[in-house]
């Protein structure tokens, strides 16, 4: 595991549960320990869904990535995230090929141990419910059990977001019960296409199993129950209520929605720099939670440490503490008083 990895993985452990402020993940239980197995979430927010599921789990995970974003100067530090390009019909047929370059790697990291991660939907979604899967990860699965001794596993994951823009909203992990890629081989030997197609459905269901809005009929009713009256209800409680239509709207005070933005003068680089390349350079609302999660805390980590050694130096370490603590304390109590002012 390398030095970047490692530091993602296990500073993730705390800031994670900090940068959503309720984190709840389920199905632990149900990650593979001594069998090949490939990850398979739905996908909703850039990179930021690799990093949690490679956090959680007990092995080092490697990421099949879309192509277009190995690009200098990020291929280093892409690679050292165990990040591998997927090609696809967008990057030009003619690159096609090389996926079985790629797929051969997995099928080596799989034989060895090593989970890999692969997002079944092709893409990413900034909805709540689970899109058509693609072929991608059936095939890949059979390609793999083709030559590896012991059961290769599917492991089903759905990750629900209850704000995909700001910090400090709940978000809830589950782990479903893997698929077993041998079971449907006989399938796949006789007629491959139907093959191909009874596993990726099969998937298609356990993911959308754990999902709090599994398909897009009536999401636009459903996604209202995502705000923070409902974080304190677990997963089951909150897909029941969903189901039952029981949607009620929190309550907004817009008049002071002025204070959040007036605590963003305690944390001045961090959401300053975030703030302008998410109104400036970044487009994607998928990149969002992505880019507030690893640049915010880098910046706010750069900043709280200068704020220390100017304030120790300028006085005392005590003056250089406090002033440290009352910016963190300021940076949580603005996420907050956002989700309590500002209408979603």
């Not at 789990?57 to 990020?74: A, E, G, Q, W, Y």
């Not at 699965?141 to 823009?165: M, R």
Request: net charge positive.
């Amino acid at each position: 595991m390398g030095l970047l990895y490692s530091f993602v993985k296990y500073s993730g452990r705390i800031g994670l549960p900090l940068y959503f402020g309720r984190l709840e993940i389920n199905g632990r239980e149900n990650i593979p320990k001594d069998l090949p197995f490939i990850i398979a979430p739905n996908h909703q927010s850039a990179f930021l869904d690799a990093i949690m599921l490679g956090i959680y789990c007990h092995k080092p995970v490697h990421f099949l990535t879309r192509s277009d974003v190995f690009v200098k100067p990020f291929i280093g530090i892409l690679t050292a995230f165990n990040m591998m390009p997927v090609y696809r019909i967008r990057d030009g047929y003619e690159k096609l090929s090389k996926n079985e370059e790629v797929f051969a790697k997995c099928n080596d990291l799989l034989a060895k141990g090593l989970p890999v991660l692969i997002f079944p939907e092709g893409n990413m979604g900034d909805g709540h419910f689970l899109r058509p899967l693609t072929k991608g990860t059936a095939r890949m699965a059979f390609q793999a059990q083709d030559i590896i001794d012991k059961d290769v596993l599917i492991l089903p994951v759905g990750i629900n977001y209850f704000h995909h823009d700001r910090p400090r909203y709940k978000c809830i992990i589950n782990y479903g019960k893997p698929l077993r890629v041998r079971d449907y081989v006989t399938l796949y030997e006789k007629q491959k296409a139907k093959g191909l197609i009874k596993l990726r459905n099969d998937l298609s269901d356990a993911i959308k199993n754990q999902l709090v809005i599994p398909e897009k009929e009536g999401y636009a009713d459903k996604v209202k129950a995502l705000h923070r009256n409902n974080e304190h209800l677990n997963f089951q409680s909150l897909k029941s209520k969903i189901a039952e239509g029981k949607i009620n709207m929190p309550k907004y005070t817009p008049s002071m929605r002025w204070l959040p933005e007036f605590l963003s003068v305690f944390n001045p680089l961090s959401i300053g720099v975030v703030t302008y390349i998410m109104t400036n350079v970044i487009k994607e609302r998928q990149f969002t939670s992505s880019i507030k999660y690893t640049l915010g805390l880098l910046l706010s980590m750069i900043w709280w440490l200068s704020l220390f050694v100017v304030t120790t130096w300028i006085w005392d370490w005590k003056i250089g503490i406090t002033a440290t603590l009352l910016s963190v304390a300021m940076l949580f109590l603005r996420s907050d008083l956002k989700k309590r002012f500002v209408p979603i």
